[in-house]
């Protein structure tokens, strides 16, 4: 088991945001972790990444306990994009992505800048390379980072070659944010394709689709602990995101699709209206 996560709580000045959290998480696993705003997702998310250290319980990390492990050790096994990401200096594309490889050594190895080629352009920011970074518009930043922890991760300048089962997690807290359909598309491929090499990846989303599409496994959320985990087809049912996110959807089938289709009650005609349900109270 690549992540083992036991009976973790944590509080954050008097107020506590995670309570009892147990979670395991395999190689090879794309793990989508939802809730509603404050549910936690993000605070757990940090929890493993090492970021929040006075947690309560254990996190195991390829067999090591987080505690007990270096922070060097840490960040060549596990490789984070953080929900809000600030950098206001005037660095270009290519010296930010070079920052990934900075955990192994600050002098860039002919390795390390092949590496760095094969992010920027597997994330399609090769042709920004020059470009300053504060220059970016938002949905191009996240690709970016994007490929600065994709350099983090690889071994070679190339995803197929190498097998990254049991020694290299990614984790991703709303990587999308921004982007256009297509870079959203190629970022949660680019996971999947991550997945398939082995490498344990676990994502937090909030679009319900992107979620069924490519998650392997759900983890939700509500009011700082575990409401359920489990398969696609058995976390996002109605009632499960009635309790947790507070609204009435329906969940469909696509004959073209592998996965199932939310749909909130803003479709016309799937659900009765507020006057309806009166006069069926009446």
């Known amino acids: 088991m690549m992540l083992h996560v036991n009976d973790i709580s944590l509080s954050l000045g008097k107020a506590q945001?995670?309570?009892?959290?147990?979670?395991d998480a395999a190689a090879g696993e794309l793990?989508?972790?939802m809730g509603a705003n404050g549910a936690g997702k993000s605070t757990l998310l940090k929890v493993i990444a090492g970021e929040h250290m006075h947690y309560q319980g254990h996190v195991l990390l390829a067999g090591n306990e987080l505690k007990s492990m270096p922070v060097a050790a840490q960040a060549s096994t596990r490789a984070v994009l953080s929900q809000q990401l600030t950098l206001n200096q005037a660095f270009t594309v290519a010296e930010v992505a070079n920052m990934g490889r900075f955990v192994y050594s600050t002098h860039l190895s002919s390795l390390d800048k092949?590496?760095?080629?094969?992010?920027?352009?597997?994330?399609?920011?090769?042709?920004?390379?020059d470009r300053t970074y504060p220059t970016l518009s938002g949905g191009q930043k996240q690709r970016v980072q994007m490929a600065r922890v994709l350099a983090q991760l690889l071994e070679a300048p190339d995803l197929h070659t190498t097998d990254y089962a049991g020694k290299k997690m990614l984790l991703l807290d709303e990587p999308v944010t921004g982007m256009d359909i297509l870079h959203q598309q190629l970022s949660l491929q680019l996971a999947t394709t991550l997945a398939a090499s082995g490498v344990l990846v676990v994502a937090v989303l909030h679009d319900f689709q992107l979620a069924a599409a490519f998650a392997s496994r759900?983890?939700?959320l509500k009011d700082g602990t575990i409401y359920a985990q489990g398969s696609v087809e058995e976390i996002l049912t109605p009632a499960h995101i009635k309790n947790c996110?507070?609204?009435d959807v329906a969940v469909l089938e696509h004959p073209h699709c592998h996965y199932p289709l939310v749909v909130t009650a803003a479709a016309d005609g799937l659900f009765k209206s507020p006057a309806e349900e009166a006069i069926n109270v009446l």
């Open 245 to 247: 996110f507070g609204v």
């Open 17 to 23: 945001i995670l309570r009892n959290i147990s979670m």
């Open 114 to 129: 092949e590496i760095v080629t094969y992010a920027l352009k597997t994330m399609q920011v090769w042709n920004l390379r």
């Open 218 to 220: 759900l983890l939700l």
């Open 31 to 33: 793990c989508v972790i």
